[in-house]
């Protein structure tokens, strides 16, 4: 792995029967590594090389959704100001813009991917005073019909979630989920003071609940891998 890859789990035709394959990217975006892609083949352990056109990157920290066997990531054009939620379709081998961003999102402090009830991608956006949720239309053969705010929280009075502080250091960014009671749960990797822990954040309208878990004083976690929602590698019979 080179700073700056890009990482998905998925399969192909919706269904993980033919099994799962692992994609691995780099956009180059100006970098001193050179754009590339290849996906590995857990079913038949073998690489193979993809060729494309680089004319877009992938947002920082990289992080994407794997969903229904494919994966999405925010991203941008290299040379227009417009940022969209970037596909790669398993069943093809092939990188597909799927829809811009919501407008309001433009600008925004934060913003981070993850699935809504197993089957849409949704769209955690942190402002000034709230966080917003965003839920997109089902996809249909690949096509976004449109982006709908599914609810709007008070910011708490919680750290922020993408930057650092003297007593406050984002180690690893935060990952989300939307719970059955439309509170969002965010995890996040921190240190504060001399203590490195992984923190659950549930933000809900009436309140908002932050729990620690500590380990020893400068001794790190596994990284939050980013994926809030994986296919499962276990049959279910």
């Known amino acids: 792995m080179l ?3 890009c990482c998905g789990l998925g399969y ?4 993980p029967e033919d099994g ?7 956009t180059g975006n100006g970098g001193m590594y050179k754009p590339r892609a290849e996906i590995y083949d857990l079913k038949y352990k073998t690489w193979t090389r993809l060729d494309f056109s680089w004319d877009w990157y992938v947002f920082k920290p990289y992080r994407g959704v794997s969903l229904n066997g494919n994966v999405y990531w925010i991203a941008a ?3 227009v100001s417009k940022v969209f939620i970037q596909s790669f379709d398993f069943s093809v081998e092939k990188f597909e813009p799927l829809c811009s961003l919501p407008s309001t999102c433009v600008g925004s402090t934060f913003m981070a991917l993850s699935d809504f ?3 849409k991608p949704s769209l955690l956006q942190e402002r000034e005073e709230t966080f917003d949720i965003w839920v997109t239309s089902k996809i249909k053969k690949g096509v976004v019909i449109s982006w709908t705010k599914l609810f709007s929280v008070p910011r708490p009075n919680l750290p922020v979630l993408h930057a650092s502080s003297r007593h406050h250091v984002i180690i690893s960014p935060p990952v989300y989920f939307v719970d059955k009671n439309n509170r969002i749960v965010v995890c996040s990797e921190e ?5 490195v822990c992984a923190k659950v954040y549930v933000i809900g309208f009436e309140k908002s609940i932050g729990l620690k878990n500590y380990r020893n004083g400068g001794i790190r976690w596994p990284s939050i891998s980013g994926y ?10």
């Open 117 to 119: 009830r197993r089957d």
């Open 228 to 237: 809030a929602h994986l296919p499962s590698l276990v049959p279910v019979s």
């Open 12 to 15: 192909k035709h919706a269904s």
């Open 77 to 79: 054009w290299n040379h």
């Open 3 to 5: 700073p700056g890859d």
């Open 20 to 26: 799962y394959k692992i994609l691995r990217f780099h």
């Open 191 to 195: 240190q504060d003071m001399n203590y």
